[in-house]
């Protein structure tokens, strides 16, 4: 552990402690000497509910710390009360994570298990983080991948898009799988997730760079945020919980790659918080059918047509439909084609690895993130959406 930094930096903490246990005050008292905190007023006993406020407000005190361990149930209730004013630190000497749990849900912000100066000092260093201005936001692009059919290659899409935005200058980038059902970034990468989404979600509120450095796996230059093994894992995915870790993650990254199912509520929610939104398709005539499903479910969820940048994968015009025809079927031109090199991308999946950077579909990749970057967006034309369908009914009934 460092040492804590001179006790003048701490000397603008004015702490409120609620602290029945006398040896644990006098231990805290102490170590608040050592840094240099002076003032800090002593509650030896728990206030009533609702008399803590006005004594937080009576003191000037700008940060309260409570014994959790005397009465847990009453402790509760008054870390709830001091919260909504200034920052709470929870005073535990016991090791019992469900405690913590219950303590985080009601707005604790810090736990201090051992009264002493260093323990102290690097709880309120955290919490100077946290209550300083926040820094300038990072020029940061999202990228939001989204299938238009099941198995059309979108999960492999994703994992090139992050591997080619990090050769093209994107110093950090993160991938994030986001199929909690059917997550298949860990597979294509052969990596064993510890941490996953859902933990990322669960702990959002506490969130830094220490805590964050945990969920993650590198691989390949990039961060790699999995999906749970278990797919019956619950993912407490909403939008609030989502606007919160993008917000952390824009102001840590320059590039995010967020790999979606298209079936579930979470694609609308990262796609609304996207720059770019590409819809993943094949030029077969039934996966195009369920993209343009996909499209109407996007656009019932509030995602307009115009933000999609529609990408056709394992492109083969000469048995699929050909890019003209791609485009009058779902009234948008492709952004970009990606070439059909089957055997490569089965080997790369059994080793483990991104393709090679001079394969076909590797340079398609490279070209779509170019046209990115460069803000190109294909001209779409004005031709009606089910006019291809019709025709190749009639076609092949001739």
């Not at 170590?31 to 003032?39: K, R, Y």
């Not at 999906?227 to 993008?246: C, F, Y």
């Not at 009234?331 to 090679?356: D, K």
């Amino acid at each position: 552990m460092e040492p804590p930094a001179k006790p003048s930096a701490y000397g603008s903490w004015k702490p409120l402690v609620v602290c029945p246990d006398g040896a644990l005050a006098d231990r805290l008292r102490a170590a608040c000497e050592e840094l240099g905190i002076g003032g800090a007023i002593h509650l030896a006993q728990y206030p009533r509910i609702g008399a803590l406020a006005g004594a937080l407000a009576e003191h000037q005190a700008n940060l309260c710390l409570i014994d959790v361990t005397g009465h847990a149930e009453f402790a509760l209730l008054l870390i709830g009360e001091a919260a909504a004013g200034v920052p709470v630190v929870a005073l535990n000497t016991h090791n019992d994570a469900d405690l913590i749990l219950r303590c985080l849900r009601r707005g604790a912000c810090e736990f201090l298990g051992e009264p002493d100066a260093g323990p102290l000092a690097s709880v309120l260093d955290r919490l100077r983080l946290l209550t300083s201005p926040a820094p300038p936001p990072r020029a940061c692009e999202v990228y939001c991948v989204i299938p238009g059919k099941p198995g059309c290659g979108a999960s492999t899409l994703a994992v090139h898009l992050a591997v080619e935005l990090h050769r093209a200058g994107a110093a950090r980038t993160l991938l994030v799988d986001a199929d909690v059902q059917g997550g298949a970034i860990a597979f294509l990468l052969k990596l064993k997730p510890e941490f996953h989404l859902g933990d990322a979600l669960r702990d959002r509120e506490r969130m830094d760079q220490d805590l964050w450095g945990r969920f993650t796996a590198s691989t390949n230059g990039i961060d790699a945020l999995l999906a749970p093994e278990n797919p019956s894992t619950a993912v407490g995915i909403d939008r609030t919980a989502i606007q919160q870790l993008m917000t952390f993650w824009r102001t840590y990254y320059d590039a995010i790659v967020i790999d979606t199912a298209g079936a579930q509520l979470a694609a609308a929610e990262f796609a609304r918080l996207a720059d770019h939104v590409l819809l993943v398709a094949t030029n077969e005539l039934v996966a195009l059918h369920a993209t343009r499903r996909s499209m109407e479910r996007l656009e019932h969820d509030g995602i307009e047509r115009a933000r999609l940048l529609l990408v056709v994968n394992r492109y083969t015009p000469s048995t699929g439909l050909k890019r003209d025809e791609v485009e009058t079927a779902l009234q948008l031109a492709p952004c970009a084609l990606l070439a059909n090199e089957y055997e490569l991308v089965q080997q790369a999946v059994l080793e483990g690895r991104p393709m090679a950077a001079a394969s076909r579909f590797a340079r398609g990749v490279r070209a779509l993130v170019e046209s990115l970057s460069g803000s190109a967006q294909p001209a779409r034309k004005r031709t009606s959406l089910f006019g291809l369908f019709p025709q190749r009914n009639r076609a092949n009934s001739e």
